[in-house]
């Protein structure tokens, strides 16, 4: 009775298993990759200035959460100390708000890049030297711009992904960004990594992602484009993404491109949060390295 009750137990299992990968097949395949979606090329933006004039810019791109996250009252501190060192800052938010993109899906670089400049005309902000610090998806964000727009003369790149990935859509099968209304090539998601999504095992996903090498270097950043110097800060125990690999990745590149600005990489001890607790790592990059290095465009 007992093995007769463990069989059935386990042949509804089965089924339901099975009817659950059917479904999100069906899922991916009837996912319209040709429309775009609502809002697309709509941003929130927010500027916070200071009291000087010519004040650098920084701009502050949020990750895979959404919503446009500095400027908020978690980031309300690090907004004033950098206020209070002389930048003007620009929250942006670029998915998951009213009014804009409801998810990362195709977000476009040149609308993000156009948006940037347009507030970078404010007479109070210095245009010749903008600053991007981006966090995990906003970190892949920073350097794709950064790497195809000269004007970006610094960034700081927070548990950083080294390549372009797949939008967070059901389907998975787009990319999170787009370049003059083309989809940038991206490391797909493999039928590998279904066990560790299910699991809630991002971190496994993406190691199972990242061992596709065609499509990796396909989808690779170029790191060696970028028109200024560059801070990876990541996290050595990230649970979502292995930024410390893929950051080890973008310095070795940048390394063997001769890249001809500074670059330093600072792994935290730590989760994927753990480096926002060392934003002074961040400050005394872009003090020595951008506002007071003197072949900096940033320099003061």
Partial sequence: MILRTVKWMLGIAVVLVAASLAYYQYL?????TEALPANHGKFNTQLFLGENAKQPLIVGLGGAEGG???????????????????????ALGYFGMEGI??????????GVMRTILETATNPMIDSDCIILIGGSKGAELSLALASNYP????????????AIFAA?????????FTLRGESLAFVPVPWSAAPALIKGDLR???????KDEEAVENASISVEAINGPIFFLSAMKDEYWPSTEMSEVMMDRLQSKQFPHYFEHIAIDGYHASPLEHFDLVEKFLEDQVIGASQSSCAR
């Fill in 28 to 32: 991916v395949f009837s996912f319209d």
């Fill in 68 to 90: 446009n996250a500095w400027t908020g009252d978690y980031w309300s501190d690090q907004r004033e100390r950098f206020l209070s060192q002389g930048y003007g800052f620009l």
């Fill in 101 to 110: 993109s409801r998810e990362l899906d195709r977000i476009p670089l040149d």
């Fill in 151 to 162: 004007q970006v003369k610094a960034v700081v790149a927070i548990v950083p992904g080294s």
């Fill in 168 to 176: 967070n859509t059901i389907a998975l099968n787009t990319p999170s």
């Fill in 204 to 210: 496994g996903a993406w190691i199972e992602m990242l």
